[in-house]
């Protein structure tokens, strides 16, 4: 294409965003529902994430649009609508990045627009009005110059922080579990000055990842990964191991200082409707405490409680047996019989440290799995957004956040399916051996991979090191079924296969986070809030009806004043935002009307 060209698309392409954004922000001027959804293709998706209705929620087509924009615009009041960055034309679509701004702070979007109207838009929340963080041209002195008989230095002041918080003044918010969830959203909340505590039952910061099975690593790569704030240094390795990434969590928790309780454990939580508090029982190392805030956060992981499987001969069997969260790892269990329960992550990484230890393991596959090659996921999936290559070509992490969000959860299975396509054709040997040694595979029920199955279950996947060559060449025997019984020393499938053992491993995966909140508060309340993950796909583990988000994460739950926080370190990096800028509107009493409040289907 000439330059003339080049810059004819170029100008077409700005032009035509910039008429949109001018009739759209018109029509919200005039409090025009009907004419800002007709502004929106036949076929389109509205993706908000708390800019205009203080939740995450997507619509869809012209009726659901203007439904949104009923019953938010004039609390929205959003205007100011501009484009940030040249916009780009590919294929007949229009994409624009843009900035604008509402009542209650400034927000960035993005925008795909057809012949027949906005196809895509993406809207959240940013900042704050009069609540910005202290950051670029806000940043904090730090050095008092001058003198003061009164003077505090940091260390003073933050060991006096630490000392009142929890018992002279109350946490506004106390968020339960001090992961990477809870300390990304820790950092969140001090930069956004709300008083917190984040609680583990683990000593320090990182323990989690520490107590695990020494091979355990990363699984997606660096540029994925980074915490708020601070990314990691440029030489730090693709996939971290566990150890290093418990470090990097030690640090990040104390320089960002974060309000982090360890050896902490929940015994209670209850909520008072009439004072609009919960009384949380704690046990700090030993010392009863009980804590008063106004919001709880459950961040104790996406995975929820460990479903822990109940068999006939559980009691009698002789060995010992435990679920995967629990596996201290493979050096006691060199020489024993293992049979490993269940086929996706952590069973692949189990089996692969037991077998290099020269334990006799065998798997048992109970359901099929999906399974996609590290390099073939990093560079066919990830590569555009998350890679070397992209941070060369000016990709940033916040970008590449909202890029991803950008994409409404009902057309992303039509955006990974090319990527899944060149990783059947790139490892098509690799799979074949696999299905030679009766493993079962797919790639989703409908072959969207193995995004889709995170997004939508959670489960049923495994990201390829090395451990799936050892089922491929036999190196580790395989056995189908489901399990019958255990006796004294051995498993006993339902098809009559014995497997002798002295070690049973249930890698049977992990319950609804909802679980956490009976465990806690009262099955009651868990109920009351329903299901935890998943998007309504009405695909395996993933019951309908549609619901376009992440059912009760990162945003208002049925239970006033109890959140959901989690998910892998992208999700728990980029939806921290969203839910400290909701956490931070409360604790300043700025009005927050939420709209489409997370329906109730399933309970579990």
């Known amino acids: 294409m000439s330059q003339t060209l080049q810059a004819t698309a170029a100008t077409s392409a700005r032009d035509r965003a910039q008429a949109w954004l001018a009739e759209f922000e018109a029509a919200l001027a005039a409090r025009d529902a009907d004419r800002a959804a007709g502004l929106f293709a036949t076929t389109s998706f509205w993706r908000d994430l708390v800019a205009f209705t203080w939740n995450l929620k997507t619509v869809e087509n012209r009726d659901e649009v203007a439904d949104l924009l009923r019953a938010t615009m004039d609390a929205a009041d959003a205007h100011e609508f501009r484009v940030t960055e040249e916009p780009v034309e590919s294929g007949g679509i229009v994409e624009a990045w843009f900035g604008f701004e509402t009542a209650a702070g400034r927000g960035e979007g993005h925008l795909r627009l057809t012949d027949d109207g906005a196809w895509t838009l993406l809207t959240t929340l940013h900042e704050l009005k009069g609540f910005e963080e202290p950051s670029g041209y806000r940043r904090p002195m730090g050095a008092e110059h001058g003198v003061d008989p009164d003077r505090r230095t940091w260390r003073e002041a933050r060991d006096a922080e630490l000392a009142e918080l929890g018992d002279s003044r109350q946490p506004y918010v106390l968020v339960v579990g001090g992961g990477q969830g809870g300390i990304a959203l820790g950092a969140r909340l001090r930069q956004l000055d709300v008083p917190h505590i984040v609680v583990d039952q683990h000593e320090r910061p990182g323990d989690q990842w520490r107590g695990r099975y020494k091979s355990l690593c990363l699984h997606d790569p660096v540029w994925y990964d980074h915490l708020p704030y601070l990314d990691f240094p440029r030489n730090w390795p693709v996939f971290a191991p566990k150890d290093k990434i418990a470090d990097w969590l030690e640090m990040y928790t104390k320089v960002m200082e974060i309000n982090y309780w360890g050896s902490t454990r929940c015994v209670s939580a209850s909520y008072d409707d009439q004072a609009q508090e919960w009384t949380v029982e704690l046990d700090r190392d030993g010392t009863p405490i009980t804590l008063r805030p106004e919001q709880l956060v459950l961040a104790t992981g996406v995975s929820g409680k460990p479903n822990v499987p109940s068999f006939l001969g559980q009691d009698r069997f002789r060995g010992e047996q435990h679920h995967s969260s629990q596996h201290p790892g493979p050096d006691t269990y060199r020489d024993k019989r293992v049979v490993v329960i269940g086929s996706n992550n952590s069973a692949f990484d189990i089996c692969g440290a037991l077998w290099e230890v020269g334990a006799d393991v065998t798997m048992v596959q109970r359901s099929s799995t999906h399974i996609s090659k590290s390099d073939s996921l990093r560079e066919l999936s990830l590569g555009p957004l998350y890679s070397e290559q ?63 199955k995170y997004l939508r279950r959670g489960s049923g996947y495994y990201i390829d090191v090395g451990a799936a060559d050892l089922i491929a060449d036999g190196r580790v025997p395989l056995a189908h079924g489901q399990v019958a019984e255990l006796t004294e020393d051995s498993v006993l499938l339902a098809d009559g296969t014995e497997l002798p053992a002295d070690l049973v491993v249930y890698a049977t995966g992990y319950g609804s986070m909802n679980g956490w909140a009976a465990d806690l508060i009262s099955q009651e309340v868990a109920d009351k809030v329903g299901k935890v993950w998943g998007l309504g796909s009405d695909t395996t583990k993933d019951p309908g009806p549609w619901e376009g988000e992440q059912r009760n994460m990162w945003k208002p739950t049925r239970q006033d004043g109890l959140w959901f926080h989690g998910g892998n370190l992208h999700q728990s990096r980029h939806y921290s935002l969203y839910l400290a800028l909701q956490l931070k509107a409360r604790a300043e009493g700025l009005p927050t009307p939420v709209y489409g409040l997370q329906k109730v289907h399933h309970t579990s």
């Open 390 to 452: 992209a941070v060369a070509a000016g990709m940033t992490t916040q970008k590449a956040d909202l890029t991803f969000a950008s994409m409404p959860y009902r057309i992303m299975p039509q955006f990974q399916k090319p990527a899944v396509e060149a990783m059947k054709e790139r490892d098509a040997e690799f799979y074949a051996r696999l299905e030679e040694a009766g493993f079962q595979h797919d790639f989703g029920d409908d072959d969207s991979g193995l995004f889709m």
